[in-house]
T-cell receptor, first 112, second 115 residues
Framework: QKEVEQDPGPLSVPEGAIVSLNCTYS??????FMWYRQYSRKGPELLMY????GNKEDGRFTAQVDKSSKYISLFIRDSQPSDSATYLC????????????FGTGTLLAVQP | GAVVSQHPSWVICKSGTSVKIECRSL??????MFWYRQFPKQSLMLMAT?????????EQGVEKDKFLINHASLTLSTLTVTSAHPEDSSFYIC???????????FGPGTRLTVT
């Protein structure tokens, strides 16, 4: 079993839709949770960074963490064609390390 | 701020040759740099962690004699793929962090094609 599971998609939605992206994990040692966006043939860029259960909002993006269920989500409101990319969840275990464990990524296409 | 660059962005080499990829932190000092590889439609897989002035720590299954990593300064790490083979063709991405446990900043990636 992989430490981090993510549905690879692809996920296709119409412009303006609300998008829900999810990851589950198996190791309760994970303490920090991130969502990255990666455009084709580019490096990942950090979208959201959270370290506690609950919601964190930034513009059209909301990250949700449920440590009791080992489940994290990223919601995108009013999705735009420019949001079309691969979204990767990533996690770090506690302690003096920043070794990221990535999910497989979900390919999102927002249709105009 | 927090910009990481990679050079080259794309390289083609012949089987059996070696190729070097550079990763630079442009506006901060990176105590730790990470090297990942990513196959098409797959996630990033960590290859190794390098700390300035010390030997890199390789992940299980990564050949340290094939993928040579040097972190000579706080702003530069290099990955050399030695005796490249077509199966080494991949997207190689580096990231850099200022401190352990802190945020990582990713480079734009280098696409390696071995013919």
């Amino acid at each position: 079993q992989k430490e981090v599971e993510q549905d690879p998609g692809p996920l296709s939605v119409p412009e303006g839709a609300i998008v829900s992206l999810n990851c589950t994990y198996s190791n309760s040692a994970f303490q920090y949770f991130m969502w990255y966006r990666q455009y084709s043939r580019k490096g990942p860029e950090l979208l959201m960074y959270t370290y506690s259960s609950g919601n964190k909002e930034d513009g059209r993006f909301t990250a949700q963490v449920d440590k009791s269920s080992k489940y994290i989500s990223l919601f995108i409101r009013d999705s735009q064609p420019s949001d079309s990319a691969t979204y990767l969840c990533a996690m770090i275990k506690g302690g003096a390390t920043n070794k990221l464990i990535f999910g497989t990524g979900t390919l999102l296409a927002v249709q105009p | 701020g927090a910009v990481v660059s990679q050079h080259p962005s794309w390289v083609i080499c012949k089987s059996g040759t070696s190729v070097k990829i550079e990763c630079r932190s442009l506006d901060f000092q990176a105590t730790t740099m990470f090297w990942y590889r990513q196959f098409p439609k797959q996630s990033l897989m960590l290859m190794a962690t390098s700390n300035e002035g010390s030997k890199a720590t390789y992940e299980q299954g990564v050949e340290k004699d094939k993928f040579l990593i040097n972190h000579a300064s706080l702003t530069l790490s290099t990955l050399t793929v030695t005796s490249a083979h077509p199966e080494d063709s991949s997207f190689y991405i580096c990231s850099a962090g200022e401190e352990p446990g802190g945020e990582q900043y990713f480079g734009p990636g280098t696409r390696l094609t071995v013919t």
